[in-house]
C-alpha cells in the first residue's frame, strides 16, 4: 500500500454544491502522536455526510475539530485549516463558544442536563440569548426531533427519567433550539436499540432541510441509509509502530458502496475487514 | 504440569459424598466469625457508654426546670440553677462565621481544582495543601487565628474563632465538593460545550446544581466537626460569662464551657458541663442524621 500522504487528493473534485465547511491538509495530534494526518475534505450545505472505517482511525477526532472540542483535551494541536463560511475556526481571533452555537454536537452517548425535559431546552436557548416565546421554541423543538407526543404532558419530569432513545432526540431537541447551521453526530445511534435508531435516521432525513449534518458511525447500513456523502477512514501503522488515521475516499454515498476507486474501501464495504 | 495438577486434590470416591464439614474448618470458621463479632462490639462500646453516661449523668439536669438551662446565664460559682444560652448562641455564630468563610472559599477551591486545572500543576498543589490541612491539629488552627484576627485586632472574639473553625472546615468542604464535582459525568461537561454554554453559564446553571447534594453533605459534616472543637476557641473566642454584644468580643461557646465547667470544683458547674456536652452531642448527630438525608438525593 502507498503512503497515503503521497496519494492524489481523493475528495473535492467530486463536490460541485454549496460548499459550508472546507478541510485542508488537516493533521491533529495528541502530545506527539499524530491521530489524523492530512485530510483534505469538504462538507456541502444542507447534505448528509458520514464519516466511516474502523475504530482508531480518526473520524471522531476529526469530527470534534469542525466545532473545536478537541480544545477540552489540552495536549490536542490541530494542524492545517479548517474554514467555516470562509473563516479560519482556528483562527486566534476566534471564539470557540461562538464557533460552537454555529455547529452543535450531539454525543456517543445520550447527555441530557440533570433538569426538566423543558430546561434542557430551554437552556441552551438561553445561553445563547434567545428572547423570544420560549414555551413555543420547546415546542418546536421537541417536535423538529419527533419527541413532543411523546413528552407534551411531562415537560417538567426530569430529563433523566427518559428512556434512551428518547434522551438522545432530547439532545438533538436541544441542539435544534440554538438553531445552528451545522450538526455535528458523533456515533448517535451507539446507545440506542434498533427502533430508536430507525428514529433518529428518520430524524435526519428531515433535519437535513435546514441543517448541515455530519455523522460519525460504525455502521455501514446506518451510513449507506441516511448519508448523501461518505467519507472512508481508515488507521495504518507508521515504522515507529503508533497508527494514524487518514481518509482513503470521500464520494457519494453510493460510489462509495457500489463503486469504490480504493481497494480499502472495497474491502472494508463489502465487510472484508474493519 | 498435569502431574502437579493430578497430585493437588485427592479422588473422590464413588459413595463417599459427606455433608459433614470437618470439625476442625467449623470451629475455625465459628471462631473468626466471633472474632469478628467482637471486634464490632469493641467499636460500639465507646459510643455507646459516652451516650449511656451523657444521658445518666445530663439529662437530669437539662429537664431540672426547664427550659432554664436554655434561657439562662452561667451561674457564678456556688450559686444553684443557671443555664448556658449564650453558649449555644456562642456556639451558633462560631460555626456560622465559620461556614460563611469557608463555603465559599472551599466551593470555589474545589470548581477551580476539578473543572478548570484539572490535573495541572496549580491544582495538584492545592490538593496537596488540602490534605495536610485536614490532618492539622485543631490547636494550630487556633494559633493561626490567634495571630493573623486577635493579635492585630488587640482581643478575642467570636471573629476570631469563626476563622480558627474555618480553618478546619474548608479541608471537609473542598474534599466533599470535589467528590460531587467528580460525580458529575464528563458528558454533562461535552454537552455543556456542544451547546456553546461559556464555563460560567455551565457551572453555575448545570453543574453545581447537581453537586448541591454532596456540598450540603460537606457542609453539614464541616459544622458538626466545628461544633464540636474546643482547642481552636480557647484563645481565640475565649469564653464570656455574659451574652456578647458584639463579634468583635470574647464569645462563649458550648465545647469551652464543658472545659471550664468540667474541670470546676462546683457541683453545679460539673452538672451544667453535663447537659452541655449531651446538648452538644444531640446537636452533632441531628447534623450527621441530616446530612445522610442529604446525600440520599443524588442527581447522579
Same mark, same amino acid.
Given at each position: 500500500?502507498?503512503?497515503?500522504?503521497?496519494?492524489?487528493?481523493?475528495?473535492?473534485?467530486?463536490?460541485?454544491?454549496?460548499?459550508?465547511?472546507?478541510?485542508?491538509?488537516?493533521?491533529?495530534?495528541?502530545?506527539?502522536?499524530?491521530?489524523?494526518?492530512?485530510?483534505?475534505?469538504?462538507?456541502?450545505?444542507?447534505?448528509?455526510?458520514?464519516?466511516?472505517?474502523?475504530?482508531? $482511525?480518526?473520524?471522531?477526532?476529526?469530527?470534534? $475539530?469542525?466545532?473545536?472540542?478537541?480544545?477540552?483535551?489540552?495536549?490536542?494541536?490541530?494542524?492545517?485549516?479548517?474554514?467555516?463560511?470562509?473563516?479560519?475556526?482556528?483562527?486566534?481571533?476566534?471564539?470557540?463558544?461562538?464557533?460552537?452555537?454555529?455547529?452543535?454536537?450531539?454525543?456517543?452517548?445520550?447527555?441530557?442536563?440533570?433538569?426538566?425535559?423543558?430546561?434542557?431546552?430551554?437552556?441552551?436557548?438561553?445561553?445563547?440569548?434567545?428572547?423570544?416565546?420560549?414555551?413555543?421554541?420547546?415546542?418546536?423543538?421537541?417536535?423538529?426531533?419527533?419527541?413532543?407526543?411523546?413528552?407534551?404532558?411531562?415537560?417538567?419530569?426530569?430529563?433523566?427519567?427518559?428512556?434512551?432513545?428518547?434522551?438522545?432526540?432530547?439532545?438533538?431537541?436541544?441542539?435544534?433550539?440554538?438553531?445552528?447551521?451545522?450538526?455535528?453526530?458523533?456515533?448517535? $445511534?451507539?446507545?440506542?436499540?434498533?427502533?430508536?435508531?430507525?428514529?433518529?435516521?428518520?430524524?435526519?432525513?428531515?433535519?437535513?432541510?435546514?441543517?448541515?449534518?455530519?455523522?460519525?458511525?460504525?455502521?455501514?447500513?446506518?451510513?449507506?441509509?441516511?448519508?448523501?456523502?461518505?467519507?472512508?477512514?481508515?488507521?495504518?501503522?507508521?515504522?515507529?509502530?503508533?497508527?494514524?488515521?487518514?481518509?482513503?475516499?470521500?464520494?457519494?454515498?453510493?460510489?462509495?458502496?457500489?463503486?469504490?476507486?480504493?481497494?480499502?474501501?472495497?474491502?472494508?464495504?463489502?465487510?472484508?475487514?474493519? | 504440569?498435569?502431574?502437579?495438577?493430578?497430585?493437588?486434590?485427592?479422588?473422590?470416591?464413588?459413595?463417599?459424598?459427606?455433608?459433614?464439614?470437618?470439625?476442625?474448618?467449623?470451629?475455625?470458621?465459628?471462631?473468626?466469625?466471633?472474632?469478628?463479632?467482637?471486634?464490632?462490639?469493641?467499636?460500639?462500646?465507646?459510643?455507646?457508654?459516652?451516650?449511656?453516661?451523657?444521658?445518666?449523668?445530663?439529662?437530669?439536669?437539662?429537664?431540672?426546670?426547664?427550659?432554664?438551662?436554655?434561657?439562662?446565664?452561667?451561674?457564678?460559682?456556688?450559686?444553684?440553677?443557671?443555664?448556658?444560652?449564650?453558649?449555644?448562641?456562642?456556639?451558633?455564630?462560631?460555626?456560622?462565621?465559620?461556614?460563611?468563610?469557608?463555603?465559599?472559599?472551599?466551593?470555589?477551591?474545589?470548581?477551580?481544582?476539578?473543572?478548570?486545572?484539572?490535573?495541572?500543576?496549580?491544582?495538584?498543589?492545592?490538593?496537596?495543601?488540602?490534605?495536610?490541612?485536614?490532618?492539622?491539629?485543631?490547636?494550630?488552627?487556633?494559633?493561626?487565628?490567634?495571630?493573623?484576627?486577635?493579635?492585630?485586632?488587640?482581643?478575642?472574639?467570636?471573629?476570631?474563632?469563626?476563622?480558627?473553625?474555618?480553618?478546619?472546615?474548608?479541608?471537609?468542604?473542598?474534599?466533599?465538593?470535589?467528590?460531587?464535582?467528580?460525580?458529575?459525568?464528563?458528558?454533562?461537561?461535552?454537552?455543556?460545550?456542544?451547546?456553546?454554554?461559556?464555563?460560567?453559564?455551565?457551572?453555575?446553571?448545570?453543574?453545581?446544581?447537581?453537586?448541591?447534594?454532596?456540598?450540603?453533605?460537606?457542609?453539614?459534616?464541616?459544622?458538626?466537626?466545628?461544633?464540636?472543637?474546643?482547642?481552636?476557641?480557647?484563645?481565640?473566642?475565649?469564653?464570656?460569662?455574659?451574652?456578647?454584644?458584639?463579634?468583635?468580643?470574647?464569645?462563649?461557646?458550648?465545647?469551652?464551657?464543658?472545659?471550664?465547667?468540667?474541670?470546676?470544683?462546683?457541683?453545679?458547674?460539673?452538672?451544667?458541663?453535663?447537659?452541655?456536652?449531651?446538648?452538644?452531642?444531640?446537636?452533632?448527630?441531628?447534623?450527621?442524621?441530616?446530612?445522610?438525608?442529604?446525600?440520599?438525593?443524588?442527581?447522579?
Amino acid at each position: 500500500m502507498t503512503n497515503p500522504s503521497t496519494r492524489p487528493n481523493p475528495s473535492s473534485a467530486t463536490l460541485s454544491e454549496d460548499i459550508v465547511i472546507t478541510t485542508e491538509n488537516v493533521s491533529i495530534f495528541y502530545g506527539a502522536f499524530q491521530a489524523v494526518r492530512n485530510v483534505y475534505l469538504d462538507i456541502p450545505k444542507n447534505k448528509v455526510v458520514a464519516f466511516i472505517g474502523p475504530s482508531g $482511525c480518526g473520524k471522531s477526532t476529526l469530527l470534534r $475539530c469542525y466545532n473545536r472540542l478537541n480544545d477540552l483535551i489540552p495536549s490536542a494541536r490541530v494542524e492545517g485549516k479548517v474554514t467555516y463560511q470562509n473563516i479560519d475556526l482556528y483562527d486566534p481571533k476566534v471564539d470557540p463558544v461562538e464557533v460552537r452555537r454555529r455547529i452543535g454536537m450531539v454525543f456517543q452517548r445520550p447527555n441530557p442536563f440533570p433538569k426538566s425535559i423543558y430546561e434542557n431546552i430551554a437552556f441552551g436557548a438561553r445561553v445563547n440569548g434567545y428572547k423570544g416565546d420560549m414555551d413555543e421554541l420547546v415546542e418546536r423543538s421537541l417536535r423538529g426531533a419527533a419527541l413532543w407526543d411523546e413528552t407534551k404532558d411531562k415537560l417538567k419530569q426530569s430529563g433523566l427519567a427518559l428512556s434512551g432513545g428518547q434522551q438522545q432526540r432530547l439532545c438533538i431537541a436541544r441542539t435544534i433550539a440554538i438553531e445552528p447551521e451545522v450538526i455535528l453526530m458523533d456515533e448517535p $445511534c451507539s446507545a440506542l436499540d434498533p427502533i430508536s435508531t430507525l428514529r433518529v435516521e428518520d430524524l435526519m432525513h428531515e433535519l437535513k432541510q435546514r441543517f448541515t449534518i455530519i455523522i460519525v458511525t460504525h455502521n455501514m447500513q446506518q451510513a449507506s441509509r441516511v448519508a448523501d456523502y461518505t467519507g472512508f477512514f481508515n488507521a495504518e501503522a507508521t515504522e515507529g509502530g503508533s497508527r494514524f488515521g487518514y481518509l482513503v475516499e470521500y464520494d457519494k454515498t453510493e460510489s462509495i458502496f457500489n463503486a469504490p476507486k480504493q481497494k480499502a474501501t472495497q474491502d472494508y464495504v463489502s465487510g472484508r475487514f474493519g | 504440569m498435569t502431574t502437579q495438577s493430578d497430585n493437588v486434590l485427592e479422588d473422590i470416591a464413588p459413595g463417599t459424598f459427606d455433608t459433614e464439614v470437618t470439625s476442625g474448618r467449623k470451629n475455625f470458621g465459628k471462631l473468626m466469625t466471633g472474632l469478628v463479632i467482637g471486634c464490632v462490639v469493641v467499636a460500639i462500646l465507646p459510643l455507646g457508654s459516652i451516650i449511656f453516661m451523657l444521658l445518666k449523668n445530663g439529662l437530669s439536669r437539662l429537664f431540672q426546670d426547664f427550659p432554664s438551662v436554655f434561657t439562662e446565664l452561667p451561674p457564678p460559682p456556688l450559686v444553684d440553677g443557671g443555664g448556658f444560652s449564650n453558649a449555644i448562641v456562642g456556639t451558633l455564630i462560631t460555626c456560622l462565621i465559620g461556614a460563611l468563610i469557608s463555603l465559599p472559599v472551599g466551593i470555589l477551591t474545589a470548581i477551580y481544582t476539578i473543572e478548570f486545572g484539572r490535573g495541572n500543576k496549580l491544582s495538584q498543589f492545592v490538593r496537596f495543601c488540602t490534605n495536610v490541612l485536614s490532618g492539622v491539629p485543631s490547636i494550630i488552627a487556633g494559633l493561626f487565628a490567634y495571630g493573623i484576627v486577635v493579635l492585630t485586632m488587640g482581643n478575642f472574639s467570636a471573629i476570631a474563632g469563626g476563622v480558627a473553625l474555618s480553618v478546619l472546615m474548608m479541608p471537609i468542604i473542598i474534599r466533599t465538593a470535589e467528590e460531587g464535582l467528580k460525580s458529575i459525568p464528563s458528558e454533562v461537561r461535552q454537552g455543556l460545550v456542544g451547546i456553546g454554554a461559556t464555563n460560567f453559564q455551565g457551572v453555575a446553571s448545570v453543574i453545581l446544581p447537581a453537586t448541591l447534594p454532596f456540598i450540603a453533605t460537606g457542609a453539614t459534616l464541616a459544622l458538626a466537626r466545628a461544633a464540636g472543637e474546643t482547642a481552636p476557641l480557647l484563645f481565640t473566642a475565649l469564653f464570656n460569662q455574659f451574652q456578647a454584644r458584639s463579634l468583635k468580643e470574647p464569645i462563649a461557646t458550648l465545647s469551652v464551657l464543658i472545659y471550664n465547667f468540667a474541670i470546676a470544683p462546683y457541683k453545679n458547674q460539673n452538672e451544667l458541663a453535663w447537659a452541655a456536652a449531651l446538648v452538644i452531642v444531640a446537636l452533632i448527630m441531628t447534623v450527621s442524621v441530616l446530612s445522610r438525608t442529604l446525600t440520599a438525593r443524588k442527581v447522579y
